[in-house]
């Protein structure tokens, strides 16, 4: 929820405390000067507060800080939390953001990024542009996200690049085994081993991860066991990890369909941070689901289907995110938009793109990169709201190499870039709330965009199914 004050969206760092009520005198006149966009100082106290500005100044929240007791107070109150999310609790291996820009009513102004992946801006006037640029690691990224505070003020990414963390050695013993083999998985490190010697070691980055062991019995009657031990922490160079499936649900039997799909893959996200793809086929799957007593209220299974167009290379998505218990049937969404995005006549920054009009559309999206989808490109992924992108919907990116802080790592891609590009909607799930258009963004950017269907690490995306409609002639 936000609301808009006078000419001004408050966007408050949610971690700090509310103001100090004692010293209320002038704090009502300052902080109303701020909600009607005046600018009055309101000089009366001392700090900025939460979601206050010190100087008032065009449409800012005025001196709502310790200046306003209660009326800084009201401020954080009404005010939202311009929320960065980064795939960092479900993949600890992934760098953040090291650069940040906004634009509003005041123009472009440099953001100091928070590691955290939280952090919050006060946004003057009725639309933003947001960036974020990931230098680090092999793979360059830019995020650039436009829309208006009446849709979102959210933006989620998911840096490609990874960590350069030196490997640490996990060993342990996996006792009680249901079957005569079993499979270990701790974030994107794996290893495997046999009743016979029911000991592993893997090489894992370090961080924090929802471990999985699977284990199951051969012939057609199979039988599969899945163990979560959830907050399994990788910090030393001679981590040991036991696994004990005694007391283990076997996994239940689901099926998934989805009509019109060339490939359909099954995975399961679990509540804290882990990933286990669970299998995959064509038009249809059968895959094992964790048995009840190894499910915690926040694990959701993620059902993909493609569908390839065969007029052209562009392909068609549908991912449905939900609570584990039920089978799935879809129907995959045909290709059919016609969008077209290209890097603007800037040399060093900017894109141009244009999409046909989509009433279903939750955000128009397109990326560019820089020589093909491998390590070591570059890619711009723009991500614009309905209510920005107009009626017939258009976008051009302002030059941003002139904010502070700029990198020239961050270069758009050139014209010979591969290309991505076209809508992606998103509808309600079993919880009953559509996804919003950052949740879509985030889906888009850190999946889809780059061509990776499989999804080593699915996003936190909540509930819902998320459409990904490219144009025919995208890459």
């Not at 408050?12 to 909600?35: E, I, K, M, Q, T």
């Not at 066991?225 to 907050?231: D, R």
């Not at 991500?383 to 107009?390: I, L, N, S």
């Amino acid at each position: 929820m936000f609301a808009v004050l006078g000419s001004a969206l408050l966007l408050v760092f949610p971690w700090l405390s509310a103001c100090d009520s004692s010293d209320d005198d002038g704090s009502n006149r300052a902080a109303d000067a701020g909600r009607d966009g005046q600018g009055e100082a309101g000089s009366v106290g001392g700090s900025a507060g939460s979601g206050g500005s010190a100087d008032g100044s065009a449409g800012s929240a005025g001196s709502v800080g310790g200046v306003g007791g209660s009326a800084g107070s009201d401020a954080g109150t009404d005010a939202v939390a311009f929320q960065l999310e980064i795939d960092a609790a479900h993949d600890p291996s992934r760098i953040v953001p090291t650069w940040g820009a906004l634009r509003d009513a005041n123009g472009w102004r440099q953001l100091s990024v928070d590691p955290t992946g939280e952090w919050s801006e006060p946004v003057a006037g009725a639309d933003y542009d947001v960036v974020l640029g990931c230098a680090d690691g092999d793979d360059p990224d830019v995020f650039y996200f436009a829309g208006t505070t009446a849709e979102i003020a959210k933006v989620s990414v998911a840096c490609r690049a990874r960590k350069d963390d030196t490997p640490l050695t996990v060993t342990g013993q996996v006792s009680n085994l249901p079957a005569a083999a079993f499979n270990v998985r701790m974030g994107r490190s794996t290893a495997s081993g046999s009743s016979l010697a029911p000991t592993y070691t893997l090489q894992g980055l370090p961080g924090t991860y929802d471990a999985f062991v699977v284990s199951q019995t051969a012939g057609a009657a199979a039988t599969t066991h899945i163990l979560i031990q959830p907050g399994t922490t990788v910090s030393s160079t001679s981590l040991v990890q036991d696994f004990d499936f005694s007391g283990v649900d076997p996994a239940v039997t689901r099926t998934a369909t989805v009509s019109g799909a060339i490939v359909v893959g099954a995975l399961y996200w679990s509540e804290s941070g882990g990933l286990l793809d669970l299998s995959g086929g064509n038009g249809g799957v059968v895959y094992p689901e964790p048995g009840v007593n190894q499910r915690r209220a926040g694990d959701r299974t993620v059902v993909l289907g493609e569908r390839i167009n065969m007029a052209g290379p562009g392909r068609a998505v549908i991912i449905e995110v939900k609570a584990p218990g039920t089978d799935t049937s879809l129907n995959a969404p045909a290709p059919v938009l016609g969008a077209t995005l290209t890097a603007s006549t800037s040399a060093a920054s900017g894109l141009t793109a244009s999409w046909p009009a989509d009433a279903n559309a939750a955000v128009f999206v397109g990326t560019l990169f820089d020589g093909g989808t491998g390590s070591g490109t570059r890619s711009w992924t723009l991500g614009v709201t309905p209510g920005r992108a107009g009626a017939a919907p258009a976008f051009q990116s302002d030059d941003i190499t002139g904010v502070a802080g700029y990198d020239a790592a961050l270069d758009v891609p050139g014209a010979d870039a591969a290309v991505r590009v076209g809508a992606v909607r998103a509808r309600a799930g079993t919880n009953g709330a559509a996804p919003d258009a950052a949740d879509a963004f985030l889906l888009f950017a850190s999946g889809l965009a780059d061509g990776a269907f499989g999804f080593s690490q699915m996003p936190p995306v909540p509930e819902g199914v998320y459409e990904y409609l490219p144009a025919p002639s995208a890459d």
